[in-house]
């Protein structure tokens, strides 16, 4: 009895959490994205002539309590709707049911295409078309409308064979580590990349302790030239053309005593005019390394201010606002439009010296 009371409960608060899919009686277009604060931003470019819906991210998953992948048949994948999304499924069932046409617009990489494919697999969707786009802004938003294709079958396929690669490794690896170490259900897993990059960690680890030191010694004097306020340090390198190593503490004082109260000339002073080029656009790692090496945030923190920020802020009488690119690339190319926008805000605002002739055009390097 306790249980079924229990059961009673849980259903009694979903129901109150849930909220009613908005008709769509017009029979409307659908979008559909994959998280909430997109739906704000997309409805407030688009305006009443779309419906625009979130999946909340994956609709359905392999089973958490069995392998979910036949092996002895192409490793076939057996998928299930996710308890959590059961309530979203049955609205977007509802609000496409009159549409005319559905656009799957999830995020533009394998994940976002393999969303939408289990949804329009799990909503048996017919009149379904895939549309992406890499910023959140007017202009790529419609272009992207007009530019509705297919699901990516293969993007797909590259998905799901990474998904079975997680689980034929993680749901069978996991349960050894938990039999041989102690404490190990708690603490360890293993995984298609995380146990690979632990391998990489302790034969690194095994190089700095099979490392022999080797004792060295260098000497730098911080010199002041007559008649000038500001000194500056000079490395001893070399005597002649003879390079000069010091190996022990004594070498070291030897040349030390020598070298005290010289009076020392400066032979010539050469002068480069160094160039640095801006660095190309962020992509994942880049930004990952970035804000860790000068915010100290972790790599998930990074990522989840960045999902923020493109999926847009609410920038008071602006509304909701998309701030950024997606994130999750590998590419460092930058749209014309974007290009444009940003000559014509260095042209008002900064020193026409600042303004390349042409945009500088950045490649993504080989194999990325």
Known sequence: MAKARKASQTSKTRTRKASPAPKN??????????????????????????????????VRDLPKTKLGVDIEHDFQPTYQTLPERKEVLQRLQ???????????????????????????????LQNAQRIEFNEITASAVQRALTQPRPIDLHRVNAQQARRILDRLVGYQVSPLLWRKMRGGRKALSAGRVQSVAVRLI????REIRAFVPEEYWKITATLTPL?????????????GDAKIELKTEADAKAVLQDLEG???VVESVEKRQRRRTPPPPFITSTLQQEASRKLGY????????????YEGVDLGDEGSVALITYMRTDSVRLSNEALQMARDYLQQHFDPAYLPEKPRQYKTRAGA
Do not use: C
């Open 25 to 58: 009686t017009a029979g409307k277009p659908v979008i559909i994205v994959e998280s909430p604060a997109k739906t704000r931003t997309l409805q407030k470019i688009l305006g009443n002539a779309y419906l625009v819906e979130a999946s909340m991210g994956h």
């Open 94 to 124: 509802k609000v496409t049911q009159n549409a005319p046409i559905v656009y799957l617009a999830t995020d533009p990489d394998r994940e976002g295409e393999a969303i939408a494919w289990h949804i329009q697999q799990a909503l048996n």
């Open 202 to 205: 302790v034969e690194r680890e």
């Open 227 to 239: 008649d000038e306020e500001f000194p500056f340090d000079a490395e001893l390198r070399q005597k």
């Open 262 to 264: 010289a009076t020392y």
């Open 298 to 309: 972790s790599a998930k923190r990074t990522m989840q201010i960045a999902q923020q920020l």
